[in-house]
């Protein structure tokens, strides 16, 4: 079964969409809902996908800035839009970002089979594709440091410690420490640090959550603490950020 992500701000369309998807017969499952492009690559973080269809308008973080994100996160999830018909601007926008398809509102059984068969099938024909180019491929193993950097790509910034880090490869902090910065030339705390402040600042741009909480996302609990290090890296605080990117 291939798994698909709904993600859009009303439930009931939720609803009806998931009921839609399991009339089609497809061999197609409905793994998750999320009602925001935020909270969507929040799931996505601990949960697995092949297809996300999404609305483009949506509040905290809209379905245009969810794809960016995908894509700058190194997602490889493939994304339906789904609107109505005045957003056909919008529309073009998100194929030109990436988006494979669309779907309009409200979104009818023979409209999604048509569309979800032709995903499958691109999708059918990539992984052949890439099973035959695998097949002559060698598999190199990933050194620990590789092992590293890896996990740390596939959790929230906030969750991200030296302990656990050197946990996963098997090896002592200091000296898991010690070969990071090596290997790396930055310490393991300092780069998870500027992962996080990444984070941060798009945070900051493309969604309307509070300082407060983007600081506890991140793992901070003293917001004074964050505004510091947020400052002594870029410059100014992070409500001055927001405002210099044009968030009000």
């Not at 099973?131 to 193993?141: E, M, N």
């Not at 309307?208 to 996302?217: G, K, Y």
Request: glycine share 4%.
């Amino acid at each position: 079964m291939n798994n698909i992500l709904i993600v859009d701000d009303e439930k009931w369309v939720r609803s009806a969409l998931k009921w839609t998807v399991e009339q089609t017969g497809l061999p197609v499952r409905v793994a998750g809902e999320c009602s925001n492009g935020l909270e969507a690559l929040d799931w996505l973080q601990i949960n697995q996908a092949d297809l996300v269809l999404a609305d483009i308008t949506m509040p905290v973080m809209s379905g245009l800035a969810f794809l960016e994100s995908l894509r700058q996160s190194g997602n490889d999830q493939e994304v339906i839009f789904i609107t109505v018909n005045e957003d056909f601007g919008c529309v073009q926008q998100a194929l030109r970002a990436g988006a494979i398809d669309y779907l309009l509102k409200p979104v009818e059984a023979e409209q999604l089979t048509t569309c979800l068969t032709k995903w499958l099938t691109r999708r059918q024909h990539k992984t052949t594709k890439q099973q035959d180019a695998g097949a002559t491929l060698p598999v190199v193993p990933l050194s620990p440091i590789e092992q590293v950097l890896k996990y740390i790509e596939s959790l929230p910034p906030g969750q991200v410690t030296l302990a656990e880090a050197a946990k996963h490869v098997y090896m002592n902090p200091s000296y898991l420490s010690q070969l990071f910065k090596q290997q790396q030339g930055i310490n393991f705390i300092d780069y998870v640090t500027q992962i996080r402040l990444n984070e941060a600042k798009r945070l900051l741009t493309s969604t309307t959550l509070r300082i407060s909480e983007i600081a506890e996302r991140l793992g901070y609990s003293d917001l004074a603490y964050f505004t510091n290090i947020f400052k002594r890296s870029c410059q100014v605080t992070p409500s001055e950020y927001r405002k210099t990117q044009g968030r009000r």
